[in-house]
Structures are given as structure tokens and as C-alpha cells.
């Protein structure tokens, strides 16, 4: 699955995207109150491997193992 995803300057940790200011574990990507188009271009979609946040990917893994991906033809 590919997720919006947003890298921390100071650590290189790969974070998931939740919204326009916070990560899916609570780092907060954004401290400002206006969003520009250069913040818009820091994020970046990769596929679950390519996250290296170990509380993004056990809150990923956790909701995608209750919900498997089924394809509708």
C-alpha cells in the first residue's frame, strides 16, 4: 500500500502522514499556522516498506491485519 509520508530533518525517520500538521504516532511534522505549496512537496508517497518509523508501521500493520484488502472486479 502506498501512504503519504513525510521525513524528519533531524533523525532521516520516515514518518505516515495523518494530517496537515501530525504523524500517525504524534510527531508533529508542522509547527506553523499557514500551509504553502513547499510544505505541500515535502510529502512524498512511498509504500509501507520504504516508512522507518517503528510506532507508524506497527499502527499501520495493526489496522491493515483487521482490515484485508480485497479486490472488487
Known sequence: ???PTVN???TGIRHVVKDRNTCICGFRYHVFSTFTKNDFKKIQFK???????????AIISAHHS????HRFY
Do not use: L, Q, S
Request: glycine share 0%.
Open 8 to 10: 524528519c530533518k533531524e
Open 47 to 57: 509504500k509501507v516498506d520504504n516508512v522507518t518509523c517503528p510506532k507508524c508501521k
Open 66 to 69: 483487521n482490515f484485508p484488502a
Open 1 to 3: 500500500m502506498i501512504f
